[in-house]
């Protein structure tokens, strides 16, 4: 059982698309972090959210931590090719351990 | 760009061979972790090394052998490994474990056991 969902799995598009991506629990984390991985490269992180509720916004990205810190997502707008990649989500827990889920794969066709 | 690196980038080894693969990190953190990425699977944590001391050990087989000299280089010798071993083997740094600090991950290690 993964403590971290997420949704969906494999996600094409068109250039100009916008785009949702879904990452659930049903356990409570201290603060939930994004990456993005390229082929041939390690996940970069995009950004991390810490209190329940929180909004933060990254160019054409924005990202929401659930109210109950169980949850968050993602939002892309007008994604572009260079957007293309395979984004993490991370729950935080005690000690700094990172609990990763299992990644949604997103591919921008121009 | 990363201040983390991993050599080799590509291995292929069989299952009685014995390897290494290293990794270093030039950003000055005293915290190192290993992970396994496999296909369409989340990352999993195997090792985690504070101040040159392991911390934590993830119930990771001992065919995996974890060596960190110092806070700068951390290794991980492979030994008679299982195909179902083959993924790609991420190494990560933060400035210390246990804080909540950021981890910078290099660009991993392809692994393929025949």
């Known amino acids: 059982t993964q403590l971290l969902e997420q949704s969906p799995q494999f996600l094409s598009i068109q250039e100009g698309e916008n785009l949702t991506v879904y990452c659930n629990s049903s356990?409570?984390?201290?603060?939930l972090q994004w990456y993005r991985q390229e082929p041939g490269e390690g996940p970069v992180l995009l950004v991390t959210v810490v209190t329940g509720g929180e909004v933060k916004k990254l160019k054409r990205l924005t990202f929401q931590f659930g109210d109950a810190r169980k949850d968050s997502s993602l939002h892309i707008t007008a994604a572009q090719p260079g957007d293309t990649g395979l984004y993490l989500c991370?729950?935080?827990?005690?000690?700094?351990?990172?609990?990763f889920g299992a990644g949604t794969i997103l591919r921008v066709k121009s | 760009e990363t201040g983390v690196t991993q050599t080799p980038r590509h291995l292929v080894m069989g299952m009685t061979n014995k390897k290494s693969l290293k990794c270093e990190q030039h950003?000055?953190?005293?915290?190192m972790y290993w992970y396994k990425q496999s296909a369409k699977k989340p990352l999993e944590l195997m090792f985690v090394y504070n101040f040159k001391e392991q911390t934590e050990n993830n119930s990771v087989p001992s065919r995996f052998s974890p060596e960190c000299p110092n806070s700068s280089h951390l290794f991980l010798h492979l030994h008679t490994l299982q195909p179902e071993d083959s993924a790609l083997y991420l190494c990560?740094?933060?400035?210390?474990?246990?804080?909540?600090?950021?981890?910078?991950f290099g660009p991993g290690t392809r692994l393929l056991v025949l």
């Open positions: 950003l000055g953190h005293n915290a």
């Open positions: 991370a729950g935080v827990r005690y000690g700094n351990k990172l609990v």
């Open positions: 990560a740094s933060s400035q210390e474990a246990g804080a909540p600090e950021t981890q910078y």
């Open positions: 356990s409570v984390f201290s603060s």
